[in-house]
């Protein structure tokens, strides 16, 4: 397997002590975070990064209670909350009484709630489609197959 092609400006991991090599990534996942910004500038006025991450959850994840969405979301069910009202407040989603426990709700997605997230998607692809045109198909391959792999790691 051919290695990933890399920057001029980017160290050689082979001669960079073990240290060094985590220091760069280190570095680097900071550097996703500008990454993640420029795309949160695609979403619509409306649909701010919050809202989204509660619709791709309950897409990905499926129906669930608001406890389990920001235990997802890793934040306080106050937060999952807002965005869950937010949402809600949209038609994206739907409340429902949990059969289970009168009490509580379960969220679910709407058709509208997944031809935004559709749209979402198409925005995202196509975006990454521009910025990484002249990158080749195997170097797209080699990140999505190493981002995974770190992903799993954690």
């Not at 760069?24 to 409306?46: F, S, W, Y």
């Not at 919050?50 to 937060?79: F, N, Q, Y």
């Not at 429902?96 to 426990?101: E, S, Y």
Request: charged residues 25%.
């Amino acid at each position: 397997m051919r290695r990933a092609t890399l920057g001029p400006d980017a160290p050689d991991a082979r001669q960079a002590p073990p240290a060094t090599r985590h220091e760069e990534l280190a570095r680097q996942l900071t550097g996703i975070g500008a990454v993640k910004r420029d795309l949160a500038r695609l979403l619509p006025p409306d649909c701010p990064p919050g809202s989204a991450a509660v619709l791709t959850l309950l897409d990905r994840h499926g129906e669930m209670r608001l406890s389990r969405l920001a235990d997802l979301m890793a934040v306080d069910i106050s937060v999952s909350s807002r965005h869950v009202a937010h949402v809600a407040d949209r038609g994206w989603i739907t409340r429902v009484t949990d059969p289970g426990d009168g009490r509580c709700r379960i969220l679910r997605l709407t058709p509208a709630g997944r031809a935004l997230l559709a749209e979402l998607s198409a925005r995202y692809t196509c975006a990454l489609e521009k910025v990484l045109a002249d990158w080749s198909a195997h170097d797209i391959d080699v990140l999505n197959t190493l981002l995974a792999r770190l992903r799993s790691s954690f």
